[in-house]
């Protein structure tokens, strides 16, 4: 997929900076995305339908319904699987990004909803253009569509007549927002609250444990893109922020302005500790491991190159998984030599989120666990 000019995003959002305020409604209202339901007020007019639903996108656009929406096309490309995780289900979403439905095939929302896969994904071309004849022909109740990408991809999906939810995407306040627009269309708010809620007491305690670390924090260096072209998470991306987060230094933290690209004379410069492949291709640490030119890169001499994680959607962006990536890039950071309780952190998560308990097959998959294997320290997350 080519990436956006605007954003160099694999998610077509614009780069968004700094970790969330966490306010989950007040922050909504303060940025212009409340999601509420209508009718609670004594001032409500008359002739509005008490059960209706009233919601404010990103945009600052008021949409309303006037029941629960049972049918949702979403361009970008995060937004299928945090339906799905709101919904716990697949059968409200009729229409998709190419980009979601990948991620869905290749990871394990295919076996948790196997209808995921046959849900239509050709609702828009590789710049999020909508294509209106084929969504029409799904009769969505809303799609939801990029707000930061400009009106061109906007207003011809209202001239068709249809609703659209405008949506901005980058930070876990955009996050936040999501599940409580997607939650309150959906007629169930208090699931949102409580995909919130978990988030928030993840964020709390990983920052508690980050305080504690001592000594020099290892450099992580980020890899968008690898197997083509060499693209890394620079200083104002979502990865730097979750790289600080479990206490470790983004490598890479010179570049601005979100990714950028980097050749192997630039990497040996930074010498990062740690390198992470990113889910938006098929590199592998077997690729970096077999190539000499890497030979003397810290991270390469200490085995310590890993393919980040794929579960129910991509760990690398912001979604209802990245507690998991939280966890999970923590413990490669800074192993213990114990075995870690990630395992049982997917287990616990998925069946809030999907209620499902994947198998330890399921999870040696989203760990990527055979392509890990030669790397430092990964055996802390084998089953027992």
Known sequence: MELPPRAQDPTGAATRLDLPRRSILAGAVGLGAAAVLSGCGSDSPA??????????????????????VRRIVTIPIPAAAIVMAVDQSAAHIVGMNDQSWTAVRDGIISTIYPTALHIAHGVAAEDFSPN?????????????????????????????????????????????????????????????????????????????EAATRAGRPPRVLYFLRFADSMQVAGAETFNHEYIKLVGAENAAAEITGGFGDVDIEQVLRWDPDIVLLGTFDAALPKDIYDDPVWKDVSAVRSRRVYKVPLGGYRWDPPSQ???????????????????????????????????TAPTPTEIDDILWMDDNSASASYGQFRAT
């Open 47 to 68: 002739t509005t339908n008490p059960r209706s639903i009233v919601v404010k996108d990103q945009r600052g656009t008021t949409l309303k319904f006037d029941k629960p």
């Open 132 to 208: 209106i004849e084929s969504i029409l022909a799904l009769r969505p109740d809303v799609v939801v569509q990029w707000s930061s990408q400009g009106n061109g991809i906007i207003t011809p999906l209202e001239n068709a007549g249809l609703p659209v939810l405008g949506v901005d995407y980058g930070t876990l306040d955009d996050l936040e927002i999501w599940l409580t627009m997607f939650s309150t269309m959906l007629g169930k708010p208090e699931r949102g609250e409580a995909m919130n809620a978990r988030t928030a007491t993840a964020q709390d305690a990983m920052v508690k």
């Open 321 to 355: 998984e990245t507690p998991l990536m939280w966890r999970w890039l923590a413990d490669i950071a800074f192993p213990t030599g114990a075995a870690s309780g990630l395992r049982t952190a997917i287990t616990d998560d998925y069946g809030f989120l999907y209620r």
